[in-house]
């Protein structure tokens, strides 16, 4: 099927619609095209039609390097190591260039989200990575990488790691072009002020020509390559529609080198190539100082992909690549070395430091059959590991993923400032243009110089810095002390919270329970029969009361179910036992059981004919429960417990004086219930099993115990890796300190522009004054933010 000379489209078969175009036979879809082609012909402005196919090869061209690059991701093995697949989604991280502001990242966002296939798009100012995720049977990435390329954007596959290679690419290019508009600058101004004295005491003309020539010589280059970056950011705010701060600061260097040349040709006027000059390093130099700041707040660590390890082989050990090993691998790691991935532990045990991901400093012994996860530290002796996940699959790759989704996903006080800081650039040049106009109107020779200062003194890129710089820098500090953040309204949630709602077990508590008496209620059972019965039904389950069980045998069991909140039942040689809290008993036994048993947490396990024996069970508080609560109150925080054990096994447990509110003997259902009715604003939810599922969903903010099932990590907003409570409360002040420091960027970027404007209309700003004005006003912001990732 032919195609639309003039739109492209495909003709259809039944249809023709022929015109003679620049002496050649042309097919057109609709009468319409040929009506525009026939006119464009008539016009003689068929050079159109020429130059789009010169556009169509460039593009052809861009598309050729682009599947270049992303050609590597056909072998399965290097695809499976930077792309996360999950179901049918497929998840993946581009290292972008040319990323300024988030006027930027809006951009990307907006533009790949339209592109059908593509489920989620989120971008990260400070860090410049895309977090894309598509579906891989309606797109391909390389079409995704196409479509980022043809706004303006370059792309490569991102692991963490290899942002440090790329970082180090940009800083020497930046360094570069910083050095030669340092060396332009030097050179012109020397000229500048050897021409400023001629004004005074006189100069020949020859040698006047000759300053301004030199001039020239050295501004040259500075315009060229050291501002070339902004004048790429330009053309891509034309064609895209959507401005950056690149727009205006590229007409006022344009405006004033082209006038300057003109000068110089024409022997009349002024030549201004020391402003130009002294304009583009401060600019320069603000950027760089700029994005040095951001990127310390974004430290990846050591990349593994070119890391050598030794690997089991049917003839021994082999020294072999990380990017090599796959599942079933067997390795060796020796002390002091860094896992490369995930894995399990087969022959000795060793301490492991897993600061890297928990936030705690002091090692943890870890036997053999112990699951290990990659980054951490092999502390103590020589090991060998089994492989379970390697490349984007691993436990430190998917912290990475849902850090990076948390950053980009931005709070409503992000967007709007995102929204603000383009039509602010619009009424940036309109603004600039009417004070050209009437400074010219009025006979004011600096006219031209005036709209320059205020093009660029009113730079939104404070604006635009506020509040992703300082929710990077906290995000990525609470990362590193373990608390990982896993939604983007986390931080502005947490630092409006009035109400923190516990579960007990596993979250106050530390889950590891011990049988302190057995009661054997049935005849015809011993002792290590129930047993080994409380053990068949608990061999599968993940609760935490379950694990008392692990170390007795278990049998095989038929129809097994887990009942939330109450316990789990299942067939054992044709008998049906339920094993759960005492609600599950009279349910099972169909009458109400006696109420005289001792205060603490007991187990029932019974038939529907009887109830056979009782397990009396102990919990340890946490070391760090009575602190936190109280630091909590002492914030103001109303503070409650949600727990299904009874009032009993609570008071057993620790005082309630400890809570304002004590619920017990709550199902998942009511949890949820109690929240809604007693919850009147910003509620965080603290849990670790299925029965807190329904409360951690339904909560302004919910955070889930590192220990937890994956079920409720898929539910919170915050995960606690080291699931230490204390974490809480510095998250709160953390959050807190966050807004503070995004309301004090915020404010600094408004009063800025708000004096800054009317000063530089009023022509008491030089360029070069406008300049340095704006590099230190997004400096400032960002610098501010930064303090985010101290402690105090």
């Not at 599942?327 to 995930?342: A, Q, S």
């Not at 953040?485 to 508590?509: C, I, M, Q, W, Y």
């Not at 008998?575 to 169909?590: D, H, I, S, T």
């Not at 898929?714 to 606690?720: K, M, P, V, Y």
Request: charged residues 20%.
């Amino acid at each position: 099927m032919s195609s639309c000379f003039h739109c492209g489209d495909p003709i259809p078969s039944n249809l023709t619609i022929e015109s003679t175009i620049n002496g050649e036979q042309r097919g057109f879809c609709c009468h319409g095209c040929q009506a525009i082609a026939e006119y464009i012909e008539d016009a003689n402005l068929c050079r159109y039609y020429e130059r789009r196919e010169v556009e169509n090869i460039n593009s052809a061209q861009s598309r050729i390097d682009t599947d270049k690059i992303f050609a590597l991701l056909d072998n399965q093995d290097i695809y499976n190591r930077y792309v996360f697949q999950e179901d049918n989604r497929h998840h993946i991280q581009l290292s972008v260039e040319g990323i300024t502001c988030s006027a930027c990242a809006w951009l990307i966002e907006k533009h790949l989200s339209s592109l059908e296939g593509v489920v989620h798009v989120g971008v990260n100012v400070s860090s410049s990575v895309a977090s894309i995720e598509w579906l891989p049977d309606q797109i391909s990435i390389k079409d995704v990488a196409f479509a980022l390329k043809r706004i303006g954007y370059a792309s490569l596959p991102y692991l963490p790691g290899e942002r440090a290679n790329s970082l180090k690419q940009e800083k020497k290019r930046a360094i570069i072009q910083l050095g030669i508009a340092g060396v332009g600058m030097m050179q012109v101004m020397m000229s500048a002020v050897a021409m400023y004295a001629g004004d005074i005491q006189g100069m020949e003309d020859i040698y006047r020509n000759l300053l301004r020539w030199t001039s020239f010589f050295f501004a040259t280059p500075v315009v060229f390559y050291s501002a070339s970056s902004f004048f790429k950011g330009a053309w891509r705010d034309l064609k895209t529609r959507h401005f950056t701060m690149d727009l205006p600061v590229s007409i006022g260097i344009g405006l004033a080198y082209f006038s300057s040349v003109y000068a110089l040709l024409t022997n009349g006027g002024h030549v201004y190539f020391d402003s130009v000059t002294m304009f583009t390093f401060f600019l320069l130099l603000g950027r760089f100082l700029e994005t040095l700041a951001r990127n310390k707040e974004f430290n990846d660590g050591e990349d593994n992909a070119l890391q050598a390890t030794e690997r089991k082989s049917k003839n021994g050990w082999e020294i072999t690549s990380v990017s090599s090993l796959i599942v079933g691998d067997i390795i060796r790691v020796k002390p002091g070395e860094t896992f490369p991935v995930d894995g399990y532990l087969l022959n000795s045990a060793t301490q492991v430091d897993e600061s890297s991901l928990t936030g705690e400093y002091l090692p943890v012994v870890r036997n053999p059959g112990d699951a290990i996860s990659a980054q951490t530290v092999n502390v103590d002796q020589q090991v060998e590991l089994a492989v379970t996940a390697a490349g984007a699959n691993t436990r430190a790759a998917a912290i990475t993923r849902i850090t990076e989704r948390a950053i980009a996903e931005k709070p409503k006080v992000a967007i709007i400032a995102d929204a603000v800081a383009h039509y602010f650039v619009i009424g940036v040049l309109v603004t600039a243009a009417l004070t050209y106009l009437g400074w010219s109107y009025v006979g004011n020779d600096n006219a031209y110089w005036i709209m320059v200062s205020v093009l660029v003194v009113t730079c939104p890129c404070a604006l635009s810095l506020a509040t992703p710089v300082a929710l990077t820098s906290a995000t990525n500090y609470l990362r590193q002390v373990g608390l990982l953040v896993t939604r983007g309204h986390t931080l502005e949630s947490l630092s409006a919270t009035n109400h923190v709602v516990f579960d007990k077990t596993g979250t106050l508590t530390q889950g590891s329970f011990s049988i302190t008496q057995i009661d054997v209620l049935a005849s015809s059972l011993s002792e290590d029969q129930v047993l080994t019965i409380a053990a068949s039904l608990e061999q599968h389950s993940t609760h935490p009361i379950a694990k008392v069980f692990k170390q007795f045998t278990a049998m095989p069991v038929n129809d097994l179910r887990n009942i939330i909140g109450k316990g789990v039942s299942g067939t054992i040689d044709e008998q049906l036992y339920f094993l759960g809290n005492k609600q599950l008993a009279e349910e099972a036994v169909g009458h109400t059981l006696s109420s005289n048993v001792a205060q603490g947490l007991v187990l029932y396990l019974c038939t529907h004919q009887e109830c056979v024996a009782r397990f009396h069970l102990t919990d340890q508080v946490r070391k760090e429960t009575e602190k936190t609560l109280k630091s909590l109150r002492n914030l103001g925080i109303r503070v409650s417990l949600l727990t299904g054990d009874t009032i009993g096994s609570t008071k057993s447990t620790f005082p309630l004086e400890w809570f304002d509110d004590v619920e017990a003997s709550v199902s998942p259902e009511g949890k949820w219930e109690w929240l809604k009715q007693n919850s009147k604003s910003h509620v965080v939810m603290v849990g670790d099993g299925l029965n807190d599922v329904p409360a951690l969903a339904g909560s302004t903010t919910s955070i889930a115990m590192g220990s937890s099932s994956d079920l409720a990590k898929t539910h919170s907003d915050a995960i606690l890796l080291n699931s230490n409570i204390a974490l809480i409360h510095k998250a709160i002040l953390k959050a807190k300190k966050c807004s503070r420091i995004i309301k004090q960027n915020l404010s600094w970027a408004l009063a800025y522009n708000l004096i800054m404007l009317p000063a530089a209309v009023a022509g008491f700003v030089p360029p070069w004054a406008a300049a340095i004005g704006m590099a230190l006003s997004s400096l400032l912001v960002v610098v501010n933010a930064t303090r985010l990732s101290r402690d105090n």
